[in-house]
C-alpha cells in the first residue's frame, strides 16, 4: 500500500485540525494503520493506532481525550481528529501501515515495526 497524507497547517492553541491518510494499492483493511509525529531534533514518537477493521484503538497519554483516530476502509482512509491542540503537539506527522492482524501493544507502537509510511504532514500550533 502506499500512503498519502493531508490536513496539516497553523493552527492557535485551542484550536482543531483533521489529519487524513488516503491509502492506495493493495488492501487497506490488511493493515493495522498508525500516526506517529516527530517535532524537530526529537524521535518518532506513537501518536495513535486503529486496529484493521476500527474495533480497537489505542493512544499515547499525550493526546488522549483530545485526539481521535478512525478509519474508513471503503475508502481507503485513516483520519485523526485533532482537538485541544497545544504547542507541544508542533510535529511532523506521519501515518504508517503495518500489515499485521495481531493487536501487540509493544509492536503496534513502536515505529521501527511499521514499514510502510506516507510523506508527513506539518502541524504547527502557535501560542
Known amino acids: 500500500v502506499q500512503l498519502q497524507a493531508s490536513g496539516g497547517g497553523l493552527v492557535q492553541a485551542g484550536g482543531s485540525l483533521r489529519l487524513s491518510c488516503a491509502g492506495s494499492?493493495?488492501?487497506?483493511?490488511?493493515?493495522?494503520m498508525a500516526w506517529f509525529r516527530q517535532a524537530p531534533g526529537k524521535e518518532r514518537d506513537f501518536v495513535a493506532v486503529?486496529?484493521?477493521?476500527?474495533?480497537?484503538?489505542l493512544y499515547a497519554d499525550s493526546v488522549k481525550g483530545r485526539f481521535t483516530i478512525s478509519r474508513d476502509n471503503a475508502k481507503s482512509t485513516v483520519n485523526l481528529q485533532m482537538n485541544s491542540l497545544a504547542p507541544e503537539d508542533t510535529a511532523v506527522y506521519y501515518c504508517a501501515a503495518i500489515p499485521i492482524n495481531a493487536w501487540h501493544i509493544a509492536t503496534i507502537t513502536t515505529a521501527r515495526k511499521y514499514n510502510v509510511w506516507g510523506q508527513g504532514t506539518l502541524v504547527t500550533v502557535s501560542s
Open positions: 494499492g493493495s488492501t487497506f483493511n490488511n493493515y493495522i
Open positions: 486503529i486496529s484493521r477493521l476500527g474495533g480497537n484503538t
